[in-house]
């Protein structure tokens, strides 16, 4: 902008305002102009047409007795054709802006407990944006976008909503960790129930093979020696498994003492020997 033979400068995105003798006449466009000073003719002052922002911090108070701050974001502009109104009608813009703002959040804000203002801060902007551009309006000035851009609670607040938060996590976390030690339990229970079933099914199918080899074996035997009966077959089948039961006992390194009565003449009737040899063991040990 410049003032030299009585010639003056506006440069984009701004307009001047020309007054003859104080009284407003024109508005003027970016580019050169012509104002003869006798004349009586100058440039009251210039006003932007950019856009500009005002971030407005306001404390209040939510319905459930929370202090927070919020912070407003307005942008506004001023009009080319209400320039003048822009101009003359408002000192001071941004503190007209500013105590609009106050206003509609102090209005709103306390209506709402502190959970809701965080998920509505869209309805306060719009709220704060509609009584703006109401009120604006008749001022030359148009608002483009009002933004709730933060909303600060107290210190202490904070703190308590975060242990909260921490809180319901951790206690979520239990919950799944005890849910899976459960399932482990479970899986752990099903699998040793399936092991003994199993297990059962292998002992019995190894009793029976017993039992079908013993039986097969007494009469293979009583077919192939003529005079035999199956007693003295299953005689002969108790000695041999007494044999290498002691066999095993001899040969083992941790085993404990046995006492079982033993001598040449016990093969005879050694199922009658095993039952007294048991009987005495247990009357000594006992004692």
Known sequence: MGNLFCCVQV????????ETFGKFEDVLE??????????GQQVAGYLSLRLQQLDVRCETKT???VFVNVVASIQYRALANNANDA??????TRSQIQAYVFDVIRASVPKLILDDVFE?????????????????SAYGFEIVQTLIVDIEPDEHVKRAMNEINAAARMRLAA????????ILQIKRAEGEAEAKYLSGLGIARQRQAIVDGLRDSVLGFSVNVP????????DMVLVTQYFDTMKEIGASSKSSAVFIPHGPGAVRDVAT???DGLLQGSFADKS
């Open 87 to 92: 101009f003359y009608k408002l000192s001071n």
């Open 175 to 182: 919950n799944e960790k005890a849910e899976a030690e459960k």
């Open 273 to 275: 020997q095993i039952r």
């Open 30 to 39: 970016p580019g050169c102009h012509f104002l003869p000073w006798c004349l």
């Open 227 to 234: 005079g035999t009966t199956a007693k003295d077959v299953m």
């Open 11 to 18: 440069d984009q995105s701004t307009v001047a305002i020309k």
């Open 120 to 136: 509505q801060k869209n309805e306060i902007a719009k709220a704060v944006e509609e009584e703006l551009e109401k009120a604006m």
């Open 63 to 65: 319905k459930d007795n």
